[in-house]
């Protein structure tokens, strides 16, 4: 793995939270040292910041970050700045990007043909990570234009494993399908996790012990989900006896909908993660 990363340089256009995590991870793993690194920031305590924290070459201005890179035999420019910026962001580096320079792309809606044709470019790859990214336990799902070559994909593969598990999907369509869903995923747990919290409260637990009888049942719930292999349909099954607890909770549960809630929350994101990208 280290191998594949020994000839790149990366430029981080924009260097916030998630951007830190790529860069973290790729350097507590030895995939990169602090030499192949730079990054842009706007703010000089931000700069400053990063410079003393891990090492790397940080700059004001976004190009010449992506500058710097530039006399690798193997540079990556990822874009990590919010979705409302890219306008202005892919203006000032257009031109400045070399044609054979590969772009990655962590912006939500930011469409790979928006990306390619402003900053003259055809190596583009879009990625979606999660919140979980940050500690190194996310999901990315990403895919790329045909002139990403097979050994730019397997460099890809390995940057996206410093923030967790990566998936290739088809086309760029499902990278908004994976926002819905992975990527606005942990929403959706934080507010079942908040609300049973509450209710372990309501019935009589201090806040700090339902927090943690929930959490350690959601974590423990999964694991056991992914090493059974099992359709989470017969894991259910398998804790509802006839009669019993989980059965009312499980009517009460389709009683209020739910499985729909659920489904046309996704559905929403979707469409959201859509009209992002028609902007």
């Known amino acids: 793995m280290k191998e594949t990363l020994s000839n790149t340089k990366l430029a981080f256009v924009g260097c916030g ?19 192949q690194v730079s990054a842009s920031h706007p703010r000089a305590n931000r700069r400053e910041e990063l410079h003393e924290k891990y090492g790397i070459r940080v700059f004001e201005r976004n190009a010449d970050s992506v500058r710097d890179v530039q006399d690798a035999p193997e540079s990556c420019v990822f874009l990590c700045v919010k979705p409302q910026r890219i306008k202005g962001i892919l203006d000032e580096l257009g031109g400045v990007a070399t044609p054979d320079q590969l772009v990655l792309s962590i912006i939500a809606g930011a469409r790979i043909e928006t990306i390619g044709e402003a900053l003259g470019v055809e190596k583009v790859v879009r990625t979606m990570p999660n919140t979980p ?17 097979d050994d730019e994909r397997k460099r890809v593969k390995t940057l996206l494993t410093a923030l967790g598990k990566e998936l290739y999907v088809e086309n760029e369509n499902m990278i908004d399908m994976a926002t819905s869903l992975s990527a606005t995923g942990p929403t959706y747990i934080f507010m079942v996790m908040e609300a049973l919290t509450d209710a372990g409260v309501h019935l009589g637990f201090s806040r700090e012990v339902s927090k943690e009888l929930v959490q350690e049942t959601m974590l423990g719930s999964v694991k056991f989900a992914m090493e059974s292999h099992k359709h ?15 059965a009312d909770a499980i009517y ?8 729909t809630v659920l489904s046309k929350a996704v559905y929403a994101a979707y469409q959201r993660a859509v009209s992002l990208g028609k902007r």
């Open 17 to 35: 939270v998630m951007a830190e995590s790529v860069i973290a991870g790729l350097l507590r793993q030895e995939l990169v040292t602090p030499e």
């Open 133 to 149: 990214s940050q500690i190194g336990a996310g999901m990315t799902a990403w895919t790329c234009t045909e002139a990403v070559s």
């Open 232 to 246: 989470p349909a017969e894991l259910r099954n398998m804790v509802t006896s006839p009669g019993g607890t989980s």
């Open 252 to 259: 009460q549960m389709e009683k209020g909908s739910l499985r």
